[in-house]
């Protein structure tokens, strides 16, 4: 069964620095989606990306955030900055289209220290 | 008030109990619902996706749509230990490209 797949499952880094978190979403999929939870609270959208570009972010998405589709497989979130509170599971989705159900990958724990 | 609203829990019962879940919302705008279902530090994953008011039954799990109360609810049948884990809410519609607005999740014990 098609799956989405997250590497790595948990990044430590120094507080500053730079992480990449990489997704590939479901092959046939047009919709692919970022999402945070932070230990203990709900799940919450950070950012959509459709037909290359970002189609929609939450007030969390600011600058430090930046998405990309580098290849036709991949898709990548990256924090250039982190900060303490940055410390959270990030989940990877993607979808057929807008209003079809949106499959989850296990996602990445991020440490931030 | 929150867009959607989810009972946190926890709620724990015997196995083969029958498990009601429930979520409401604010937004009417919201026109697809799923189920998710999540174990401790893994991802949601998905158990059903409804778009109409009524019920969708799959195995041992029925889910139930009012639009007009804008109410969703998912009912567990004979409940197993293998159970036990955070149920979320999540839904989307409207103008949006596909975000989904989750509820807090809901804490099950499925105690033998």
């Known amino acids: 069964e098609p799956e989405v797949t997250q590497t790595p499952s948990h990044q430590v880094t120094q507080m500053g620095q730079e992480v990449i978190l990489r997704c590939v979403p479901i092959s046939n999929h047009l919709y692919f989606y970022w999402y945070r939870q932070i230990l203990g609270q709900k799940v919450e959208f950070l950012v959509s990306?459709?037909?290359?570009?970002?189609?929609?972010k939450s007030e969390i998405f600011d600058d430090q955030f930046s998405v990309e589709r580098p290849d036709g497989s991949n898709f990548t979130l990256k924090i250039r900055s982190t900060k303490l509170e940055d410390s959270a599971m990030y989940f990877c989705?993607?979808?057929?289209?807008?209003?079809?159900?949106?499959?989850f990958g296990q996602g990445t724990r991020l440490t931030v220290v | 008030q929150k867009e959607v609203e989810q009972d946190p829990g926890p709620l724990s019962v015997p196995e083969g109990a029958i498990v009601s879940l429930n979520c409401t919302y604010s937004?009417?705008?919201?026109?697809?619902f799923m189920w998710y279902r999540q174990y401790s530090r893994k991802g949601p994953e998905l158990l059903m996706y409804t778009y109409s008011s009524g019920n969708k039954e799959d195995g041992r799990f029925t889910a139930q749509v009012d639009k007009s109360s804008k109410y969703i609810s998912l009912f567990i049948r004979d409940s197993q230990p293998s159970d036990s884990a955070t149920y979320l809410c999540a839904m989307k519609g409207g103008t949006s490209y596909g975000k989904l607005t989750f509820g807090q999740g809901t804490i099950l014990t499925v105690h033998p």
């Open positions: 989705a993607s979808s057929l289209n807008r209003n079809t159900e949106a499959f």
């Open positions: 990306f459709y037909n290359n570009e970002i189609s929609e």
């Open positions: 937004n009417s705008a919201f026109q697809y």
